[in-house]
T-cell receptor, first 113, second 113 residues
Framework: DAMVIQNPRYQVTQFGKPVTLSCSQT?????MYWYQQKSSQAPKLLFH???????NEADTPDNFQSRRPNTSFCFLDIRSPGLGDAAMYLC????????????FGDGTRLSIL | GENVEQHPSTLSVQEGDSAVIKCTYS??????FPWYKQELGKRPQLIID?????GEKKDQRIAVTLNKTAKHFSLHITETQPEDSAVYFC????????????FGAGTRLAVHP
């Protein structure tokens, strides 16, 4: 059974049109992460939450924002997508006791027209 | 901050041969090193991890070794099979958040029948 669920699997949007990607988890993990991954490159961390404590990476563009209304759900908002934002967006979760592995969702592949 | 280098970027082996992928890290305080396998179009999946209190860990055909003095860790796959073909990422923790990981650039492994 999928434990980190991302919807939709594929998303097409127009240049400049806001888009929201969603992630839910059944693991009850405190920490949730959003990554951007391009063309089999390494996943690049955009931001993460510990509960509702939001942590932005220094080089994450202002165009990207996130919301976490409760433990189970997290959203990635791209306010004005550009062509360079076309990528796979991965959500992951982890626990917080000691070193915990991250568990990834299947990702949302975003295309920009 | 932490930096992770991964080599080689591509690796081609015959079925049944062994494959070795090596990563180096920069932060001597790092104490947790996971390896992820990502098949084309799929999510990264944790295949094995090691903590700094051990030097080696095995799981069937997969093993990871850690040399804390030299600050490197390696993934070993024995008796490779075509289904081992994928991109493999190593990772190491970095500071400033909860279980944040920095990923190596990835190794594309091709196992030929």
């Amino acid at each position: 059974d999928a434990m980190v669920i991302q919807n939709p699997r594929y998303q097409v949007t127009q240049f400049g049109k806001p888009v929201t990607l969603s992630c839910s988890q059944t693991l009850n993990h405190n920490v949730m992460y959003w990554y951007q991954q391009k063309s089999s490159q390494a996943p690049k961390l955009l931001f993460h939450y510990y509960d509702k404590d939001f942590n932005n990476e220094a080089d994450t563009p202002d165009n990207f924002q996130s919301r976490r209304p409760n433990t189970s759900f997290c959203f990635l908002d791209i306010r004005s997508p550009g062509l360079g934002d076309a990528a796979m967006y991965l959500c992951a979760t982890s626990g917080t006791v000691g070193n915990q592995p991250q568990h990834f969702g299947d990702g949302t592949r975003l295309s920009i027209l | 901050g932490e930096n992770v280098e991964q080599h080689p970027s591509t690796l081609s082996v015959q079925e049944g041969d062994s494959a070795v992928i090596k990563c180096t890290y920069s932060d001597s305080a790092s104490n947790y090193f996971p390896w992820y396998k990502q098949e084309l179009g799929k999510r990264p999946q944790l295949i094995i991890d090691i903590r700094s209190n051990v030097g080696e860990k095995k799981d069937q055909r997969i093993a990871v070794t850690l040399n804390k003095t030299a600050k490197h860790f390696s993934l070993h796959i024995t008796e490779t099979q075509p289904e081992d073909s994928a991109v493999y990422f190593c990772a190491a923790p970095y500071s400033g958040g909860y279980n944040k990981l920095i990923f190596g650039a990835g190794t594309r492994l091709a196992v030929h029948p």
